[in-house]
């Protein structure tokens, strides 16, 4: 039972550092950006190539991937969302917009990795590290599974002083509640968006990165299935909400464990589309979200 | 002609049955209602059909009809439970539909045929082309029909401004329900005919890649009216054979296109249409303007000319001093 709830505790660190990067730009700037599971799979292939010809350690592959991860992240506000936003008539339009730009881009890296890997599986084979197995009472816990649970608490709390202690950070919750009014008060709005793009592409090339380190090897579609267990993590916490993301993380990872426990693997997707309903039907804002309020 | 047909027979299923999917989306769209759930209707069609004729011995006709009247009350279902939710959340929470349909396809054991899928749907009477063409003839004809006169206006209405919509008397959240439940039968009609004419399908021909396709066809075509959709759905089913050499690089360029059409022709193929000839009427309309603007100067020109004479004569004549043409 101890067991499971530490390889629960991994997987919701991987969910969580794969959808903060979600949360912060969909929570502050309005974007929802579906590119984000194409960017996180792409940046560990990059990662991985290089990976292949130089034998690396875990904190250069990592870096590496936070960097690709970062600058995609920033070229796909700058060519794509911005025109998008400058152009759209009202927020509703723009909103939809993004989604089926990120959908379209999203296709691309994806599209890219499967013609170079022939849909096979990709690791990062010639990196220096190894992993050990620590095993205490009985438990098995891996250094992988140990640095990714660290990763996640340290950035976790980290982005929530960024968000809320700091004057950025100040800047990017008052562009969530009042974009207008915001830039009024002297909010440089473009500079802030594309810095939370670049963070939240980074934090998507980490995610990347440390899950395919912890799995081994993950394939082009992994993003896909992630990017919808993110949306599901982020409205059960409530949108822009960092804390609410970490517990929402952890739900859906307690939960699919569970089900894979007693049920057998096929159903263990349904989980997360399930919570999506549920919690859009019963608490739309989230657990902690605030109420969500329609600018017309 | 007929070796064309015959070469191509099934690009030209598929043209049919991609365009009743990409409809069934479409119709929503059209309404305001950002929802897949067409995509998720499609699979049951796939599905519910072949389940009727392989594990119940309906034949084609019934089996059609049953699920289509199945989807229509699931679509009916499912605007209830998500009448309270808008725009992104909506969208999201038909992804899940669509998600969840995928899964139960793999987990139904031996009704669904797990990841193998179900294969060997063959009926009497068979279904060809020519049921198909007047299938989609019948829905492209009541797609013009909603889009003319007060009906076309009604739903213009409802998409625009819903306050706006109700304020005059039109009661928003039937359509919204009816969008439902049309997308409901178009998706399943879809998905039966397809797979009457394949025979086969597997959880992977359904869920998400349906989405991607009926996503790229709308938005290249143009969300707004039908015809942006008939010509998305030829591109998108004829593109890869016209361009083979692009090959393995396909479903980059078609990400490549949809992110495009996206960011920069929000209203499609016909919205660019649309806007390049209402820019041009309204180019012919502003330089009528223009024309009688220089016709009213030169009249004011004259009159001027003709004060100034007048003024001139009048300080001839000792008068007061001469108005000029330049106060007016």
């Known amino acids: ?95 939809l917009q993004i989604l089926i730009g990120g959908i379209g881009i999203g296709t691309i890296p994806v599209a890219i990795v499967q013609f170079r890997t022939l849909s096979e599986p990709f690791g990062f084979l010639g990196s220096s590290y190894e992993t050990s197995v620590y095993t205490l009472g009985g438990l098995r816990l891996t250094s992988t599974g140990l640095i990714v649970l660290g990763c996640a608490l340290i950035l976790t709390l980290a982005i929530s002083f960024w968000l809320k202690n700091t004057s950025h950070g100040l800047a990017l919750r008052a562009i969530g509640v009042d974009s207008e009014t915001a830039e009024l008060m002297g909010v440089k709005r473009r500079q802030l968006s594309l810095l939370t793009m670049a963070v939240s592409g980074g934090l998507a090339g980490l995610a990347g990165a440390l899950l395919t380190y912890n799995l081994g090897a993950i394939t082009a579609e992994s993003g896909e299935t992630l990017l919808i267990k993110a949306f599901a993590i982020i409205i059960l916490g409530g949108v822009g909400s960092t804390g609410g993301a970490a517990l929402g993380a952890m739900v859906l990872a307690f939960s699919e464990v569970l089900v894979l426990r007693y049920t057998g693997g096929g159903w263990v997707d349904a989980v997360g589309f399930g919570l999506i309903l549920v919690v859009l039907l019963l608490r739309p804002q989230g657990i902690f979200g605030r109420k969500e309020v329609r600018r017309v | ?89 909506l ?14 396809a793999h987990n139904g054991g031996e009704l669904t045929g797990g990841s193998v899928g179900l294969f060997g749907v063959l009926t009497t009477p068979e279904i060809s082309v020519p049921h198909l063409a007047v299938v989609c003839a019948v829905v492209v004809a009541a797609m013009i029909f909603s889009e003319r006169g007060s009906m076309g206006r009604r739903i213009e209405a409802v998409r625009e401004d819903p306050e706006l919509a109700s304020a005059m008397g039109i009661n928003v959240a039937r359509y919204r329900r009816m969008s439902f439940v049309i997308s409901g039968v178009l998706g399943a009609l879809g998905g039966a005919l397809n797979i009457l004419m394949m025979t086969a399908i597997a959880p992977e021909n359904i869920g998400f890649p349906l989405i991607v396709l009926a996503l790229t ?84 020109a004259a009159d001027d000319e003709a004060a100034a004479e007048l003024g001139a004569e009048l300080a001839g004549t000792g008068a007061h001093s001469a108005p000029t043409g330049e106060s007016r």
Not at chain 1, 68 to 92: E, H, M, T, W, Y
Not at chain 2, 24 to 33: A, C, D, N
Not at chain 2, 91 to 104: G, K, P, S
Not at chain 2, 277 to 291: K, N, T
Request: aromatic share 12%; net charge neutral.
């Open chain 2, 217 to 300: 066809i709308i938005i290249v075509g143009g969300s707004r009216s039908w015809l942006g959709v008939l010509i998305g759905a030829l591109i998108f089913t004829w593109l890869p054979v016209m361009l083979e050499q692009v090959g393995t690089y396909q479903s980059i360029v078609y990400g490549i296109i949809v992110a495009i059409a996206a960011i920069f022709m929000p209203g499609g193929i016909t919205g660019v249409v649309t806007d390049l000839y209402r820019r041009r009427a309204a180019r012919r309309d502003s330089a009528a303007l223009e024309d009688e603007a220089e016709a009213e100067r030169r009249a004011d």
């Open chain 1, 1 to 95: 039972m101890s067991q499971l709830v530490i390889d629960a505790l991994v997987l919701g660190s991987i969910y969580l550092l794969f959808c903060l990067g979600m949360s912060i730009s969909w929570g502050t700037i309005d974007i929802l950006n579906f590119a984000h599971g194409g960017i996180f799979m792409f940046s560990a292939f990059v990662a991985s190539q290089i990976v292949s010809n130089v034998g690396l350690g875990l904190v250069t592959v990592c870096l590496i991937s936070v960097v690709v991860g970062a600058a995609l992240s920033a070229a796909i506000d700058v060519f794509a969302f911005q025109p998008i936003l400058r152009r759209a008539k009202n927020q509703r339009t723009a909103e």
């Open chain 2, 91 to 104: 969208a999201m929470a038909t992804v899940a539909f669509v998600m969840i349909v995928t899964v139960v």
């Open chain 2, 1 to 89: 002609m007929s070796d064309f047909y015959f070469s191509n027979i099934v690009l030209i299923q598929s043209t049919f049955t991609v365009l009743l999917l990409a409809l069934s989306i479409q119709i929503q769209f059209r309404m305001g209602v950002f929802s897949f759930a067409g995509a998720a209707f499609y699979g049951m069609g796939s599905y519910g059909t072949a389940i009727f004729v392989l594990h119940y011995g309906f034949d084609a006709i019934s089996a059609t009809a049953a699920i289509v009247a199945i989807c229509a009350v699931t679509g009916y279902l499912l605007s209830l439970i998500l009448q309270r939710l808008t725009g992104l959340y």
